[in-house]
Structure formats: C-alpha cells, structure tokens
C-alpha cells in the first residue's frame, strides 16, 4: 500500500516538475519586453518619429496583445497617442509598416478601431492609438510614445 503512494507521488512531483519546466519556458519565450516612453508634448507624426529616433529607438511598435496592453498602460489614461505605424499615400492596396525600417507589419485587426482603417475624411496615413488603433492625418500634433530596443529579460 506504501509502495502504490509513494509512486503515486513521485509521478506527480514529476508531472509538476514537467508542468514548472513547461512554465518556464513560457515565460522566457514572452518575455521579451521593450520599454514604452509616453511624450507629453504634441508633434506631428514625423516630427515625434525624429524624436524618438534621436532619444529612443523609434516611435512605438506593437507586436502582440501584450505589447498592447503595456503600450497601453504607458499612456497613462492620455486620451490619443501617435505610434509608430504608417503607410505610403496613396493607393487602394495601401500596406502598413513599422517605422523602423527592417521591422514588418503584420496586419492584426484586434488593435484596430471599429471601421478603421478608413483613410476618411482627409488621406490619413499615421496612426494613433486611443483604446485601439486609428489611422489619422500625419500633420495633426499629438502626443505620442517612444520605445526603447533594449530588449528587458524579466522573470515573473
């Protein structure tokens, strides 16, 4: 009777042991983070983008919903904030991309605003984030979010 419970034990401290290491593994995969920088002063999109590049990385870049969440976060409850996505002007089949060069887009409809992008009622090609994705006219001046490249390896 012993002999069953000790090995009903060990195959559970075994299956916990899988479990943590499973764990793990999880949490270094995601944590990968960069750290968003909110700008209080208002710049069109090109002029913050010039900011960011000079004092950060680049505007800020959005890869996953926690990326999201934590850009979010860093616009502490501000109403509108560029971020570093863009497209070309002009064209029906107008693509996104990062302004980071070598960094793609990959189009992700959760982020976006209901009915956006519409590209209405003047050519917007910037976007600004205001509880989701909006695209907007690059010249208006925001506030806007920077991020910094240094990837931070954390541990929860």
Not at 18 to 33: K, S
Not at 34 to 60: G, P, V
Not at 107 to 119: L, M, R, V
Not at 129 to 137: E, G, K, L, Q, R
């Amino acid at each position: 009777m012993k002999e069953k419970s000790f090995s009903c034990d060990r195959a559970t401290m075994q299956w916990s042991l899988f479990l943590l290491l499973l764990m793990g593994q999880c949490v270094f995969i995601t944590c990968q983070l960069y750290e968003y920088h909110f700008i209080k002063e208002q710049m069109s999109w090109d002029e913050a983008r010039a900011y960011c590049r000079e004092n950060y990385t680049d505007l800020a870049k959005v890869f996953d919903l926690t990326d999201m969440r934590r850009l979010q976060d860093s616009a502490q409850s501000q109403t509108e904030a560029w971020i570093g996505l863009y497209s070309e002007p002009g064209g029906a089949n107008r693509r996104w991309h990062w302004s980071l060069s070598g960094e793609e887009y990959t189009e992700n409809k959760t982020c976006w605003g209901a009915g956006e992008p519409n590209d209405q009622p003047y050519p917007e090609n910037c976007v600004m984030t205001s509880m989701a994705w909006i695209d907007f006219p690059c010249t208006y001046t925001l506030q806007f979010i920077c991020y910094d490249g240094e990837s931070m390896w954390t541990v929860k």
